[in-house]
């Protein structure tokens, strides 16, 4: 195949480029567009086997506007004093311009507004100490919508605009909700994308001008990368329009990083080949074909364990993982072929021309090895490590393992969480907005759960009230719960009850007329509660009828008190809910909330993590046995990927702790995922180079010096790859996103471990501690091509 390739590259480049444009123009004007088919919001990707998204769909088919809607929270707080007269004053004008805004901008689709002023909710809007009071704008679209960010900006400044002038110095201004924690999700991804994208390029183009110092050459690889970048993204949208194959943001960001550091190095490996074929005295086509040839393979099996990787986690229930993961691979695949097709075509477009301002001369050498540079003298910095690790291979070892040691550890006590606004700042508006809420109000509040009873009887009846009031007082007695919201009581407690009537005295007459007041009240009341607590379905013909109860827990949604209050009322209802128990025959609960939420994404992500983890180490032992067909030294690399990894994992929580804030032992659960997958496959192409490399040297030189020939030779070049690798993922770090801040670092640190310390001491010391020496076999010539340079 690469003999087609090569003498394709060599005697058709222009067709090559035509069909490279064709391509890329045909999915320009055909493919959607990747923002138009991309959805972050994780809880539909969940297994149809989890609470959360039962309840979810329930939820979205009793109460639709729940689901279809979101809700911005305008957070005004005072920390010094309570809010003032003047200051419910100014919140009176903020909610009248903010209506104002409803009605003259209706594409806004701003439903309602709720304040401290409404009749039914007002008082729950204001906190208990008085510092704090909000007022909600509801919105007709989701939270993670383009619509709903524009709609956020909009009615900030509004808010914004009222509070500058108010000639007093006003509240602080937080801006939060499920539509402020989306707006700034969607603008942090946005820069994530802009920044990370235009360093990555950057950076690659500083690093391809220092290597090659030549415009032209260092334009060839850069115009392949982005060319295949363009293609693999619109070729991935093209695949959404498969039921069941979806797209998420990130996983752009992912793609691009990773198709530029890694196209980045299959370009370098071309290159070089090609300019030492032109070196040797090949002419051109030769020079693209036999290139092509030499390094074709070994650049498929580099890929392939990274493909192998991504394509693994394809096997993950949860549909975010099992589609980003392919995706991924699918680009890649895509940089790899453009990588073997396009690069050598604008080769032999350019020919000895890209390397301008400098000149290729053919030079005369002993012959060498095709795969192999010159020989590295004995004053170069691998030639006097590879010494030194042959020397002492024992210490070099013990030292190795001891700097890794601490972090190891940390990394096997850190836990993964799963909490939505992980992914923003904790000086971004929303989550400020959150923690001042929790600082007022009850820390539940933030995130009710929402527990949704299903009943072939209607709710409204005597004996469903009577129900759904025991329930409700049950549920209240909990140690962890601070109220409990429902049909009976709306507002967290039971309705009075109307006063009773006495006739014949004045006192009666005003107990009459105050029933009368009273009684209208609580009608409104019961109308605006059934409405919102109540519902009708009809399943396959059959109606069901739905009562929901809303209950506020004393502990953060996403503590771990508040799961296990969640599996203590599962607990409770299973037993409390049997039909010989229910008057109304048989009844169902289903719940919704954060956390439910996060109950389930825990356990679903790492039953994930534990499968794919398996399978990408069962596939990339299968390849290295297959390569290199030593089955201890085989063990042993993938023993190496494992430290590497728990390693990186606890330098990545240390920097997290010392640096961000974040509690030590503790980040999202994308970074261990993403990292274990790519690091290893990455790590394994520096690995197979290597001990392939050894291997070929031990039978020429036997055990001890064909180790210090491997390490010396490939040193550099694994090296210059390794930085390449880092700095690409470095790049992530500039994005707005945490969980993309703290991916970058790792997947950073984690290449340069395996790059410095890993591949060049732990892998070649351990060999020659197992290894008994070996006499080098003269008469048995290696499997490897020799290439003699023609004399000038």
């Not at 192998?308 to 695949?333: D, N, Q, T, Y």
């Not at 790492?606 to 032992?621: A, E, P, W, Y």
Request: with cysteine; proline share 5%.
């Amino acid at each position: 195949m690469y003999q087609f390739l090569g003498r394709l590259a060599a005697n058709h480049p222009w067709k090559i480029v035509a069909a490279w444009v064709t391509l890329a123009a045909t999915l320009f004007l055909t493919a959607p567009r990747w923002e138009s088919e991309a959805h972050d919001e994780d809880i539909r990707f969940l297994p149809e086997r989890c609470a959360s998204l039962r309840g979810y769909h329930l939820l979205g088919e009793a109460f639709p506007q729940e689901l279809d809607c979101s809700r911005i929270t305008f957070c005004l707080e005072r920390n010094d004093a309570p809010l003032s007269q003047q200051d419910f004053a100014l919140a009176s004008q903020v909610v009248a311009d903010l209506d104002k805004l409803r009605q003259t901008e209706p594409q806004l689709k701003i439903v309602k507004v709720y304040s401290f002023q409404d009749p039914m909710l007002g008082k729950r809007l204001t906190s208990a100490d008085g510092h704090c009071t909000l007022i909600q704008v509801s919105l007709a679209t989701p939270y993670l919508a383009i619509q709903t960010q524009v709609a956020v900006d909009r009615a900030e400044t509004a808010v914004k605009q009222r509070l500058d002038q108010a000639g007093f110095p006003p509240p602080q201004l937080l801006t939060t909700g499920a539509a402020g924690i989306g707006r700034d999700l969607i603008r942090a991804g946005g820069n994530s994308l802009e920044s990370t994208t235009l360093a990555t390029v950057v950076l690659v183009v500083v690093i391809l001008l220092f290597v090659y110092r030549a415009p032209l050459l260092a334009l060839i690889p850069l115009a392949t990368i982005a060319l295949s970048v363009f293609v693999a993204l619109r070729l991935l949208a093209v695949f959404t329009q498969i039921p069941g194959v979806h797209l998420v943001n990130v996983s752009q960001i992912f793609t691009i990083v990773l198709l530029y550091g890694a196209g980045t190095d299959y370009c370098l490996f071309l290159i070089s080949r090609y300019r030492e074929e032109l070196e040797e005295g090949q002419e051109g086509p030769h020079a693209v074909r036999r290139s092509v040839v030499s390094v074709g393979a070994a650049l498929a099996a580099s890929a392939g364990t990274v493909i192998c990787g991504l394509s693994l986690m394809g096997f993950a229930e949860f549909a975010k993982v099992r589609c980003a993961g392919p995706a991924i691979a699918i680009a890649l695949a895509v940089a790899l072929a453009a990588s073997l097709t396009l690069t050598p075509a604008l080769l032999r477009i350019f020919g000895a021309a890209a390397f301008w301002p400098k000149r290729v001369r053919p030079t005369n050498a002993m012959p060498r090895f095709a795969w192999e540079g010159a020989a590295a003298p004995d004053h170069t910095l691998w030639e006097r490590i590879s010494r030194l690790v042959v020397a002492r291979p024992l210490l070099i070892w013990c030292v190795s393992v001891l700097l890794l040691l601490p972090f190891t550890i940390l990394g096997l006590c850190t836990t993964a969480i799963c909490k939505p606004t992980g992914e923003l700042s904790p000086n971004s508006a929303s989550v400020r907005g959150m923690e001042a809420i929790q600082r007022h109000f009850t820390a539940g509040e933030t995130g009710p759960i929402t527990i949704l009873l299903s009943a072939a009887a209607d709710w409204n009846s005597p004996e469903g009230r009577q129900l759904i009031g025991q329930l409700s007082q049950e549920l209240a007695k909990l140690d962890n719960v601070a109220e409990v919201r429902s049909l009976t009581q709306p507002l967290g407690k039971p309705l009075p009850q109307l006063p009773t009537e006495k006739k014949g005295n004045l006192l009666g007459g005003l107990l009459k007329g105050l029933g009368r007041d009273l009684g209208q009240a609580m009608q409104q009341a019961d109308r605006s509660a059934r409405e919102h607590y109540l519902a009708a379905v009809t399943a396959d013909g059959v109606p069901k009828y739905i009562a929901r109860l809303d209950v506020v827990l004393r502990s953060d949604p996403f503590d771990p008190a508040s799961t296990a209050t969640l599996e203590q009322m599962e607990a409770w209802f299973a037993s409390a809910l049997p039909e010989s128990k229910v008057p109304m025959g048989w009844v169902t609960a289903d719940y919704y909330g954060v956390t439910v939420y996060s109950r389930d994404m825990a356990a679903v992500t790492q039953s994930d993590r534990f499968r794919v983890n398996i399978l990408v180490l069962g596939g990339i032992f299968l390849i290295l046995l297959a390569l290199i067909r030593h089955f201890w030294v085989v063990t042993y690399l993938l023993g190496t990927v494992l430290l590497s990894y728990f390693a990186t994992l606890g330098a990545t929580a240390l920097v997290g702790w010392w640096w961000a804030g974040y509690p030590l032992g503790q980040m999202d659960w994308r970074v261990p995922f993403f990292l274990f997958t790519i690091l290893a496959a990455v790590g394994e192409d520096y690995n197979i180079l290597l001990v392939s490399r050894i291997l070929e040297e031990r039978k020429l030189r036997g055990n001890r010096e064909g180790i210090r020939h491997g390490l010396s030779r490939t040193g550099a070049t694994i090296t210059a790859c390794g930085l390449i690798m880092a700095g690409t993922f470095a790049t992530l770090v500039l994005g707005g996103l945490n969980t993309l801040v703290q991916i970058g670092f790792a997947l950073a640190f984690g290449v340069l471990l395996d790059t410095f310390l890993v591949r060049p001491f732990l892998v070649p010391a351990f060999l020659l501690l197992v290894w008994k020496d070996k006499e080098p076999v003269q008469e048995e010539k290696p499997q490897l091509e020799f290439r003699y340079r023609k004399s000038a």
